[in-house]
């Protein structure tokens, strides 16, 4: 042991061979001994009868160490409370003399070592006790989590608080904030990956050692996710981008998860088959009410089960052909319908087959009788009712101060228009947020005639909503 710890600048400042200190709660045939130096404290350890051999000692850093004096009122003990990263211990001296003596000894050891002084000795200028937080480095030997990893960064009673790295032998890497020990805020975490010669690579939020909040997760697989997660999974509103346009299965998600599954509502581009999926899911399957759209113009709405359309749907193609009625796999009819034709004639009886590739008909054919229109008589009438409305909406301000009125639309338009411009703003958040998935459900494949009317609903829905947040927080 005397071998392992010698080293060229380090030099004896006190130690408890004469059992001035020693440790609370040890066994009866236990002996311990503890050596402070100019740069760590000792703990050597050893067992009766065997005196002089200490079979076992720790090395504590003076950076990573922190004592504190325990009051002697209640317990009628000159203890110690010596606090460590990954231990805590109590030691007793034989008098309140002896016990100011190490508390003085440590803390002044401590004080220089952390300004890299690194010799014993007290000077005039020194300080009560040091400081609380501080900047050092540790590695850890004994923490499950972060065993043999090594620390660099903040402190603050022996737990890594506020700004760090963490760096473990496997490579994984943390860079970040912390508080009470734990990945707490923002950070950067790389992790190898065990079976690919890439790294999986996560930016974003964590809260008591886990990813979680808004981030972004690039996988080494080359998917990359984007939004919430929660105990380390993908939890809440997020896009999943998996492959690209010259790999094996491209394909986009955007919409909700919960415990790292697609979960509620959510949008599923694959750029392979050409086909987007609007609905409901559970579990990553396909599950509830759903809209597939395709680039040969196909139109399916209708239910989802087990991930295949199973149930009762309505069914158009590009040329206006029409089947509604029982669904039992994807694009395959099986059970009860109405086919039309887009002149009129319908089908109606019971249906199999995959559509597109030859249909069995069992039931009648029907050729109704077709007229003409009426027209909207009532539209006149709509019109001279809309214009009364004008002119009443706008007797209403006729005694405002136009003015006044016109100094606070541009207020608001000032301060909307720079909320809306960064995603540091949680209007600003929610409009990026809303143009993505927007875009993501109408765009390419979705710009399908059949969902304009669906789109222009949408937003209409998002103005309504919007100029809602929008009265709340500027206008009183």
Not at 70 to 78: F, K, M, R, S, V
Not at 372 to 387: E, F, H, I, Q, T
Request: hydrophobic share 35%.
């Amino acid at each position: 042991m005397t071998d392992s710890l010698r080293k060229p600048r380090r030099r004896l400042i006190c130690e408890s061979s004469n059992k001035a200190l020693t440790l609370q709660n040890s066994g009866r045939f236990s002996v311990n001994w503890f050596i402070l130096f100019n740069d760590a404290l000792v703990h050597a350890q050893g067992v009766v009868p065997y005196k002089s051999l200490f079979s076992t000692h720790h090395v504590f850093p003076l950076a990573t160490l922190w004592v504190e004096p325990i009051p002697e009122e209640n317990t009628g003990l000159h203890g110690l409370k010596v606090v460590s990263p990954e231990e805590t211990f109590t030691l007793l001296a034989c008098s309140s003399m002896e016990k100011a003596k190490w508390l003085r000894s440590i803390n002044q050891a401590v004080d220089q070592a952390m300004s890299g002084a690194g010799q014993s000795g007290s000077g005039a200028g020194q300080r009560a006790e040091p400081p609380i937080s501080r900047t050092a480095s540790y590695t850890f030997y004994k923490d499950s989590r972060l065993k043999e990893a090594t620390y660099e960064g903040r402190w603050l009673a022996g737990k890594p608080n506020g700004r760090g790295v963490v760096k473990w032998l496997d490579g994984r890497i943390y860079t970040g904030t912390f508080k009470n020990g734990l990945e707490d805020g923002f950070g950067d975490y790389v992790m190898p990956s065990k079976t690919l010669n890439l790294n999986d690579h996560y930016q974003g939020h964590w809260k008591e050692g886990k990813m979680h909040g808004i981030g972004t997760y690039k996988y080494a697989t080359g998917e990359l996710y984007d939004g919430s997660f929660q105990d380390n999974m993908r939890h809440g509103h997020g896009m999943l981008r998996s492959g690209t346009l010259n790999s094996s299965s491209p394909s986009v998600f955007i919409g909700q998860w919960v415990h790292d599954k697609k979960t509620g509502y959510g949008v599923f581009d694959d750029i392979t088959r050409g086909e987007k999926y609007m609905g409901m899911w559970q579990d990553d399957q396909r599950q509830g009410t759903g809209v597939i759209v395709t680039q040969f113009g196909l139109y399916y709405e209708g239910a989802f089960n087990n991930n295949k359309m199973q149930g009762t749907g309505v069914l158009l193609s590009e040329d206006n052909t029409t089947y509604e009625g029982e669904f039992s796999e994807d694009w395959t009819l099986n059970g009860k319908g109405v086919l039309t034709m887009p002149n009129g004639d319908y089908f109606e009886g019971s249906f199999t087959g995959e559509w597109g590739s030859g249909l069995k008909v069992t039931g009648s054919f029907f050729k109704p009788n077709l007229y003409d229109s009426d027209g909207d008589k009532g539209r006149a009438v709509y019109v001279s009712v809309l214009l009364v409305l004008v002119w009443w909406r706008i007797s209403i301000f006729k005694d405002f101060d136009l003015e006044c009125l016109k100094k606070k639309i541009l207020y608001v338009q000032i301060n909307c228009k720079a909320a809306c411009d960064t995603p540091l703003h949680p209007l600003g958040r929610l409009m990026e947020t809303l143009v993505a998935v927007y875009r993501m459900t109408y765009v390419g494949v979705g710009a399908n005639r059949r969902l304009l009317l669906q789109a222009v609903n949408e937003i209409m829905s998002y103005l309504a909503r919007i100029f809602q947040l929008v009265r709340c927080v500027y206008i009183a």
